[in-house]
Every structure is written in structure tokens, then in C-alpha cells.
């Protein structure tokens, strides 16, 4: 399995980012796929999830700022992230739900104050 997460950057508080990930070694369709992120010094946690179905659910630090997509012809998951906090800050990954244990290099996300 390979997951390659591109679109991070450095922005400022307020500011907008839009992160992508191609899965391949993975039937796509048939996974829930989610966000993850972690920032220094901290576990890896869910930041959202897409279903098969495309029903989405959100951890409740970016409910309401940042919306998951996924396009099963690209194996692509979108995460479009608005109105950032510095506290968003942290390198970002995509991967399976529940997640598989190879993971990719993620992509970073600073966002200054």
C-alpha cells in the first residue's frame, strides 16, 4: 500500500489549505478512508472520516472548517481546510479506517498566528 499526501504548506491564521492523497496497493472503493494528524509530541489522531457510502464524520476540533471528499476513479481522499488555527498545525496523513499499518510520509500543515 502506498498513500502519497501532497498540498501542505505554511499559512496564517484564517487562511485556507487543500490536501490530497492518492492511495494505490488498496482496493480504494471498498475502504472508509479518513485524515489523520499529528503534531510534535503528540499521538496520531482522526481528523475525518469518509465512508464508502460518502457519509462523512469530523473530530470536533474541525467540525464546521474542514470537509472530506473522496473520488473513487482517482483513488483520491480531498481535505479542504478553512478558517485554520495555528492549533491545526501538525503533519498530516491520510490512510485506511481503522488504519492499516503502513503508513505514508504525510504532508505538513503551519499555520501561524
Known amino acids: 500500500v502506498q498513500l502519497q499526501a501532497s498540498g501542505g504548506g505554511l499559512v496564517q491564521a484564517g487562511e485556507s489549505l487543500r490536501l490530497s492523497c492518492t492511495a494505490s496497493g488498496l482496493i480504494f472503493s471498498i475502504n472508509d478512508m479518513a485524515w489523520y494528524r499529528q503534531a510534535p509530541g503528540k499521538q496520531r489522531d482522526v481528523v475525518a472520516v469518509v465512508t464508502t457510502g460518502s457519509s462523512v464524520r469530523y473530530a470536533d476540533s474541525v467540525e464546521g472548517r474542514f470537509t472530506i471528499s473522496r473520488d473513487n476513479a482517482k483513488n483520491t481522499v480531498i481535505l479542504q481546510m478553512n478558517s485554520l488555527k495555528p492549533e491545526d498545525t501538525a503533519m498530516y496523513y491520510c490512510?485506511?479506517?481503522?488504519?492499516?499499518?503502513?503508513w505514508g510520509q504525510g504532508t505538513q500543515v503551519t499555520v501561524s498566528s
Open positions: 490512510n485506511a479506517y481503522p488504519s492499516r499499518s503502513l
